[in-house]
C-alpha cells in the first residue's frame, strides 16, 4: 500500500504540472519509472515481467498513436510526454492493468474534451493536456486495485 501512495503522489504532481503548464517532466517519469520496475523486481520475477511487458506496452502503444497523430495531422495530437507516461503508468500497474488505465484515460479526455466544446468552452484547435486524464486514470486504477487487496 505504501507504494501505491507514492505511485499516487507522483501521478497528482503530474496531474498538476500538466494542467499548470501542458508538460510532463523527465525528471518526475524517468526515476518513478525506475522505482517502479526496481519495486518489480524485489516482489518476485513475475512482477518485474509484468511491469516490464506493461511498460513496453503502454510506450509502444502510445507511441504508434504519437506517430499517427504527427503523420495525419502534420502535429502530433499528442506530446512525446504523454508516450513516456504512459510507459510510467505500464511499469506501475503492470500489464494486466495498463489497458485498463489507457481505456479509462481516453474516456476521461474524450468526456471532457466534448463538455467544453459543446459548452463553447474550447474549440477544435484548444489544447488540452492529456497526461492530466492519463494520471487521473492511473491514480484511479492504482486506488480501486489497493482497495481490491484490502
Avoid at 115 to 130: D, E, Q
Amino acid at each position: 500500500m505504501l507504494l501505491s501512495g507514492i505511485y499516487i503522489l507522483v501521478l497528482f504532481l503530474i496531474l498538476l504540472i500538466d494542467l499548470r503548464q501542458q508538460r510532463i517532466m523527465n525528471m518526475v517519469v524517468f526515476p518513478a519509472t525506475i522505482l517502479a520496475l526496481f519495486a518489480g523486481l524485489v516482489r518476485g520475477p513475475e512482477t518485474l515481467w509484468l511491469a516490464l511487458f506493461g511498460a513496453c506496452a503502454g510506450f509502444i502503444f502510445f507511441s504508434v498513436l504519437y506517430w499517427f497523430g504527427k503523420n495525419r495531422y502534420g502535429r502530433s495530437a499528442l506530446g512525446f510526454g504523454d508516450v513516456k507516461l504512459a510507459m510510467m503508468l505500464g511499469a506501475m500497474l503492470g500489464f494486466r492493468y495498463i489497458w485498463p488505465a489507457l481505456v479509462l484515460g481516453m474516456l476521461l479526455a474524450g468526456l471532457t474534451s466534448g463538455l467544453l466544446l459543446t459548452s463553447g468552452r474550447a474549440g477544435l484547435r484548444t489544447k488540452v493536456p492529456y497526461g492530466a486524464f492519463l494520471a487521473s486514470a492511473g491514480i484511479i486504477i492504482l486506488a480501486w486495485t489497493t482497495i481490491e487487496l484490502l
